[in-house]
């Protein structure tokens, strides 16, 4: 079988997974999301700091990021709490940003940082999954949520197709040599039409700044990906896991989600609170 269709067929399962917990209601989807960050810490701590699961850092940063979600999403529960964790996703986003045009290079004395500050893994991943599970704390957050996953994964799902049929042009070779221009303009394209046509029907008015917010949000998720693309490679390992057939590991599926979930975040407090 060919991994495009190993692809498809891993993607269908998985929406299947998310449909189920949309179906069996929020704590199901608060519980799925809280999955996603354990599944994340496993990769990055296992997979790119070379520790083990019984390692010191490992359980810290389990245990961290278990108290820390529980705690907001279950207990104290704020709109004061998720403003401060979706200004400290944006804040955390700038130094991915900072690493991924700054950094031009393979360091050895950046990967030794990298894993010395591995303890703070299970903080750094709380972060944007708290912004996520924030959505699910709105009246309407099935359909918030769904916009979302629309134009994040159409971003990723288009551009993969576009850039197969018609790429031509390396987007970033040293980064992730198999983007290409045209996939990454295909991707966003196509994402923030289908996401402006679900907001019109099922959000509201979809206004020229509604579209420029996509747009903006639909680059941040390739960006996302690049991000985690040129870790794997200061890492020198191909994906994070490979436990999603044809899509890699966990981290490799939501890298994107990870890195625009804080904006998302911050546009819904500003727009429906």
Known sequence: MSN????????????????????AGANACLFFIGIIGLFVIDEIIVNFYDQHRTSKRYLFAQIVYLIGYGFFNFYQISESSFSLWNSAGVVLN???????FLVYKKSETLLKIFRATSW???????????????IIHYRNWQILLIALLLLNFM????????GKKFGKHKLWESVSPKKTIEGALG???FSVIATSYFWKHYVGEVSPLTIVF??????????GDLVQSKLKRQFEIKDSSSLIPGHG???DRVDSLLFVAPFYAFYLMANFQ
């Open 214 to 223: 996509f747009t903006f949000v639909a680059c941040s998720s390739q960006v």
């Open 94 to 100: 700038v130094f991915f940003l900072s690493y991924l």
């Open 4 to 23: 495009t269709k190993v692809r498809i067929i891993s993607g269908i399962i998985l929406l299947l997974i998310v449909l189920g917990c949309f179906l």
């Open 120 to 134: 703070l893994t299970g903080f750094i991943i709380l972060i944007p999954l708290l912004c996520l599970s924030s």
């Open 155 to 162: 971003v990723d799902t288009a551009a993969y197709f576009t």
């Open 187 to 189: 991707g966003v394209l």
């Open 249 to 251: 590991g966990m981290y």
